[in-house]
């Protein structure tokens, strides 16, 4: 199993999903199931853009992207968490306009929707356990939005039915709590993505120049810069040498440097500049 193909999967069972909810909802007239099914749209195309998005970030270098395509999987997960952001505002806004509406109840309707959570909640895991497993930021941001459709739904369901006994205010109320939790999801993407786009450092600098130091004839660390993209990282090092070192010596000095970074700190990208220690 690979990312590809868990979105191409979950991308199936969505649709088969959204023409479920369609049909069931224009034979049986229900508008929650319409909307749910249009709703439920929305996770197919979050599918293809990461589907897309992890297409791109498999790219090697070219004369383009120096660095690689990696940060097109995290620029996904920051379109992802934007969605989440989107539909939290939705669910806010449906539950204030909708506190004085007419419900009706709809048997086969309400149904297909309890059926649909159950089947967006068993993807959601499914999609979570890989995410864990591949370790791909992209496919948790993709079961966040998953699971923020569980909540949407369980908040259509119980609103309706608390609708429908009189209860305005309670479905209001549930559902600006789901809209606070889906919210809490769309930081938590935010969180991951941002950091790594602005080229964030998460490393202890402090720890790392203390590393180099303690290497023999490195005198100085004068410069250290350090990025990551996805799973990579890389590092731009300056170093003062003795003065008297030969060439060859020098290089060698570089090269433990790039192994050291590699071994202790998972940087294997490292482009070291050696100075003379005036």
Known sequence: ??????????????????????????????????????HSFTDLVNNVVAFLAIRMSEKPADDDHHYGHQKFEQLAVFFLATLLFVVAIEVVIRAISRSSDVVEQNKVGLIVLVVAVVIN???????????KK????????????????????????VGWQLAALGLYWVDTLFALIVAVMIGVLAYRLFSKAVPILVDQSHFDH?????????????????????????????????????????????????????????????????????????
């Open 1 to 38: 199993m690979n990312v590809k193909r868990v979105l191409i999967i979950e991308g199936l069972v969505n649709l088969l999903m959204i023409v479920t909810k369609l049909i069931v909802g224009i034979i049986t007239g229900s508008a929650a199931l319409t909307a749910d099914a249009l």
């Open 134 to 157: 591949l370790k791909s930021d992209l496919l948790h941001a993709d079961a966040s939005h998953t699971f923020s459709d569980v909540l949407t739904s369980v908040a259509a369901i």
């Open 206 to 278: 402090g720890v790392v120049k203390k590393s180099i130091k303690q290497l023999v004839n490195v005198t100085s660390v004068k410069k250290l810069r350090i990025r990551s993209m996805g799973k990579q990282h890389f590092a731009d090092v300056t170093v003062a040498v003795e003065a008297k070192l030969s060439l060859l010596e020098s290089h060698k000095i570089a090269d433990q440097i790039e192994n050291m970074l590699a071994q202790q700190f998972n940087i294997h990208d490292t482009t070291v500049h050696v100075e003379p220690d005036s």
């Open 121 to 131: 909640l068993t993807l959601s895991l499914w999609e979570r356990y890989w995410a």
